[in-house]
């Protein structure tokens, strides 16, 4: 019979019962040098592996406490007002931490004035002194009617008419002049708008915003300060979420430090800034000017140029914000205004009836190429604050001037209360920027030239009010599978002494409820 060896098995058990020993075991001729040096990657092994088990318990340990906290969204369109409840919530629950970025927000406010003034300036160029009769406030839609996309005017086709051929009136040709001069004399500021954008965006652009380049505010003080409030999170290529904090928390104190490193500090030395400041202080004098010209007042009367609530506060408090060493008041941090991009994260820890909680906001881009960054935050949404800017009946959306705001938030509020991802979130709509609205009718804008639908109502604000309020009840109401209640509040988010009140009455509700879907009450 023919013998053969046969391999060893696992299951066999040498003369010291372990098969891998010879495998380990060190060569007889191993010296004493290679023995402690052994006897040392051995050690370092064992505690980088013991590393590796206590992180992987610490981060067991944090998705389980993350599985009680609150988490928040404000969702809506670009300009409802999302940010500016953000810094609500900041004012309210995080006082230090706004202060800790006040200075910051002098390049936010420098940006909010000098565009404005080139938006002037392109539109006296574009209608000069508007001396037609035809009303733009109208409700049919037309190239004259808006600024374009880009943020400009669009002027009527006799702009297009080289100078020299028109047939100009005395007042029109020193208007022209006087542009001219205005231009001239504020080149510095116009030619800084460019550089406080590139600033603002870190030179990022977002394509379906309809604005070319966009600014945004993607954590951007976080990365220049390193600030105690705010966790900027993007989408990734693979659907899941990573976050960057700009907090030293005992989550990731390493993380943070490379973080923080890698960041370029902006001091109160910051050029830039300094140098905007001075060219403001010098213009101060010609920006009244231009902002008191009787022929803006007649552009805006006519709705020839069209500004914003933000870009008209500033404007009018030009001579505080343009003086030496100024510092943003509250105020003027609530009025500025930046457009977001991707999705940022606010984490701040509440007391609420003696139960800690931590609560994580999200505050979203709300243009139309930004919005599909919401999705990957709807599954574990504890609830929902929708913002509909009720003023901007007269308004259409930057990425398609053929869509009415108000339009495009009630089609966006029935895809929120229709989504089943979010069927379980607690919801609460803000009709916002009901200050706004007051003003414009009292200016004696009618509703019914822009929503065709609103008849013959009257044309005052309780009424208005109580037509979009019954609008979006009706959405809510059929497109509402689980009875879920709708928490309805009107609200001017610059207002902070009745927005802190609807806050408490709005955190209240969310943690009652809360509570019960965690099955404690």
Not at 66 to 71: G, M
Request: proline fraction near 3%.
């Amino acid at each position: 019979m023919i013998s053969t060896s046969r391999p060893p098995s696992i299951n066999s058990v040498g003369a010291d019962g372990d098969p891998f020993s010879a495998l380990l075991r060190p060569p007889a001729s191993e010296t004493e040098h290679e023995r402690v040096a052994r006897l040392q990657r051995e050690a370092d092994a064992k505690r980088i592996s013991d590393s590796i088990d206590e992180e992987l318990k610490a981060e067991r340990e944090r998705l389980r406490k993350s599985k009680q906290d609150i988490r928040l969204l404000l969702l809506g369109q670009a300009e409802s007002g999302k940010s500016t409840l953000q810094k609500q919530f900041q004012l309210l629950y995080n006082p230090t931490g706004l202060d800790d970025e006040r200075l910051s927000w002098r390049t936010v406010i420098y940006f909010n004035i000098a565009r404005p003034i080139s938006r002037i300036l392109d539109a006296l160029d574009a209608f000069g002194d508007a001396d037609d009769d035809d009303d733009l406030s109208d409700g049919n839609y037309a190239a004259q009617d808006i600024l374009s996309a880009s943020g400009l005017p669009v002027a009527s086709g006799s702009a297009d008419i080289p100078a020299d051929e028109k047939s100009l009136s005395p007042s029109q040709l020193s208007l022209e002049r006087q542009v001219s001069a205005f231009r001239s004399r504020l080149a510095s500021l116009l030619t800084a708008e460019t550089t406080l954008a590139d600033r603002l965006s870190g030179g990022v652009d977002v394509s379906g915003s309809g604005r070319g380049s966009v600014f945004v505010r993607s954590g951007w003080q976080a990365r220049s300060l390193g600030l105690p409030f705010g966790r900027g999170r993007e989408r990734t290529s693979s659907g899941g979420r990573f976050s960057f904090s700009g907090r030293q928390s005992g989550d990731n104190p390493k993380g943070n430090e490379v973080e923080l490193r890698s960041r370029r500090p902006e001091t109160d030395e910051d050029k830039l800034v300094q140098e905007v400041a001075a060219i403001l202080n010098s213009c101060q004098k010609d920006i009244r000017e231009l902002w008191s010209l009787p022929a803006v007042k007649k552009l805006r009367d006519r709705r020839r140029l069209k500004l914003e609530e933000w870009a008209e506060y500033f404007l009018n408090n030009i001579e505080r914000v343009s003086a030496a060493g100024y510092i943003p008041s509250t105020e003027d941090i609530l009025h500025a205004r930046i457009q977001t991009m991707g999705v940022a994260e606010h984490v701040f820890d509440m007391s609420v009836h003696g139960r800690n909680v931590r609560w994580h906001l999200y505050d979203v881009g709300g243009a139309r190429g930004q919005r599909h960054t919401w999705i990957p935050y709807f599954d574990d949404a504890t609830a929902i604050i929708f913002l509909a800017p009720v003023s901007a009946f007269d308004q259409y959306l930057d990425e398609d001037p053929r869509t009415n705001r108000i339009d495009d938030s009630l089609q966006l509020f029935k895809q929120i209360c229709s989504n089943a991802l979010l069927k379980r979130a607690h919801l609460v709509l803000f009709l916002n920027k009901t200050d706004v609205l007051k003003a414009k009718l009292n200016a004696g804008v009618k509703v019914n030239k822009y929503i065709t639908s609103y008849g013959d109502r009257a044309n005052e604000y309780d009424t208005v009010v109580a037509y979009f309020k019954a609008h979006f009840t009706q959405v809510h109401r059929r497109n509402n599978e689980n009875n879920r209640v709708l928490f309805t509040h009107l609200t001017s988010a610059v207002n902070t002494k009745a927005m802190q009140s609807i806050i408490t009455d709005v955190r209240d509700s969310i943690f009652r409820g809360y509570l019960k879907s965690a099955a404690l009450v």
